[in-house]
Structure formats: C-alpha cells, structure tokens
C-alpha cells in the first residue's frame, strides 16, 4: 500500500539508500571500502570510485552489481556507470547505551565561583556560569584538572 503511494523517484531513492547500507554485500568488502552507489538516474547507477582502478572494477562488474541490485530491490539497472572522485565520509556507528558523562567535582564549582564573586549579575547565572567553567576546566584542561588558560 505505501509502495504505491510513493513516487518512482521516492522509491528509488529508498532503494539507494537500501544499497548504500548493503553495498559491502553488492560489492564485496574490500571493493565496498573503495567504492560507494551515489545515484540512480534514468536507471544508471552512478558510483564513485577512490581511484581508477576501483572504478575499471567497479564497471567490469556492472552486470553483476545490476542483477543483484534487481533481485534484492527490485530497482532495475540498466547499467552501472564509475567515476573517481572523493569517496564520502564513512561514519563509525554510535555506541549504544548511557552516556558516560563528565563528573565535575564540588571544589572546581567553588573555585570557578570564586573566580566570579565579584562580577554584578544574579546569583542563579553566576551559579550556572561556575558550573559551566568547572566543567569546561575539568573536561579539557592539560596538566591535572588545572585551568588551561592559568
């Protein structure tokens, strides 16, 4: 019922998607770590490739990657076209679970506080300012916690 609610170019984009996440399956691992699908245009898929090399593979295998990308998506490519260029950045996967946050000990607060007990303002921004230094301090300081611009 969705399929035939979205448009051909909605659905091929999907499946672009789809072949992107699944390349290393398509393609083979390490020619995966060389190559990625970029577009799917009039039934061409366009992939880049890091060096010519990859791309002559790349086209040397066009049928097979075409009947693949058929049998699995449904997406009917008529050819595979290679170009080089800037393969895009692939992104680790984020770790799952709870965050590991930074603990911020009650005396960096205090001093940060000390730091600013004379500057005018309300006592709750000051507090949260104090916090936000201590933090700041704590999180990225060198050399033991100290205040890297001390």
Same mark, same amino acid.
């Given at each position: 019922m $969705?399929? @035939?609610?979205? +448009?051909?170019e909605v659905r091929k984009g !999907?499946? !672009?998607?789809a072949i992107a996440s699944a390349w290393p399956e398509?393609? @083979?691992e390490k020619l995966a770590r060389h190559t990625a699908p970029e577009s799917v245009e009039k039934n061409v !898929? +366009?992939?880049?490739?890091? +060096?010519?090399a990859y791309a002559q593979e790349i086209s040397m295998r066009g049928g097979t990657v075409a009947r693949s990308i058929e049998k699995r998506w449904g997406? &009917? $490519?008529t050819s595979v076209k290679a170009r080089v260029g800037r393969m895009p950045?692939? #992104?680790?996967?984020?770790?799952? @679970?709870?965050? %590991? @946050?930074? #603990?911020?000990? %009650? &005396?960096?607060? &205090?001093?940060?506080?000390?730091d $600013? &007990?004379?500057i005018p303002g309300r006592d709750d921004a000051k507090s949260a300012l104090a916090r936000l230094m201590a933090l700041y301090r704590t999180r990225f300081a060198r050399g033991g916690g100290k205040d890297p611009e001390a």
């Open positions: $969705i399929k @035939g609610a979205l +448009t051909p !999907l499946a !672009l998607a398509v393609v @083979g !898929l +366009t992939v880049v490739a890091s +060096t010519p997406v &009917e $490519i950045v692939k #992104r680790a996967p984020r770790a799952r @679970g709870k965050k %590991q @946050g930074v #603990r911020v000990p %009650q &005396e960096a607060v &205090e001093s940060s506080r000390k $600013i &007990e004379n």
